[in-house]
């Protein structure tokens, strides 16, 4: 087991490669997705970075923050969205479940992953800002 992991329990060498190239994958998936869909481009830019206003959950505290914030940005509700758009022929709600997940997948390829209650720099992808240790 590698030594940074046991310590901050994030993901490391080619495993926290893997984690962001899948994010970029789910990222690239989902534009092409809406593109397809022939989605409102306006729509995606005005919902894109509403999953970033769980940020504001930090204003209280740094374990309450990391709770909002893992939920706004855990796959499970744009699935289900996804899933309920499909089964429902909504397309407002398959827009919001694509755009959503796209947001969640650009994050991911970026490194922001999801938080520890230690603070929002600590992620499952690592720390947010740290340098690489010489």
């Known amino acids: 087991m590698d030594e940074r992991m046991a310590e901050t329990g994030a993901a490391t060498g080619g495993v926290n490669i ?22 409102s481009w306006l729509v995606f830019a005005l919902l894109f970075f509403v999953p970033d206003l769980s940020f504001l959950a930090y204003l209280s505290d740094a374990k309450f923050g990391a709770l909002v914030y893992n939920a706004a940005h855990s796959y499970m509700a744009p699935v289900s969205l996804l899933t309920l758009g499909f089964g429902l022929g909504s397309p407002l709600t398959l827009s919001i479940a694509l755009i959503w997940l796209a ?4 994050d991911r390829a970026l490194g922001y992953g999801l938080k520890y209650s230690a603070g929002f720099g600590f992620t499952h992808l690592g720390r947010i800002g740290r340098q690489k240790d010489a």
Not at 18 to 27: A, K, S, V
Not at 30 to 39: E, F, I, P, R
Not at 103 to 106: E, R
Request: charged share 10%.
């Open 18 to 39: 893997l984690l962001r190239l899948e994010g970029l994958t789910l990222f690239i998936g989902m534009v092409m997705l809406y593109w397809a869909w022939d989605g």
């Open 103 to 106: 947001h969640i997948g650009i």
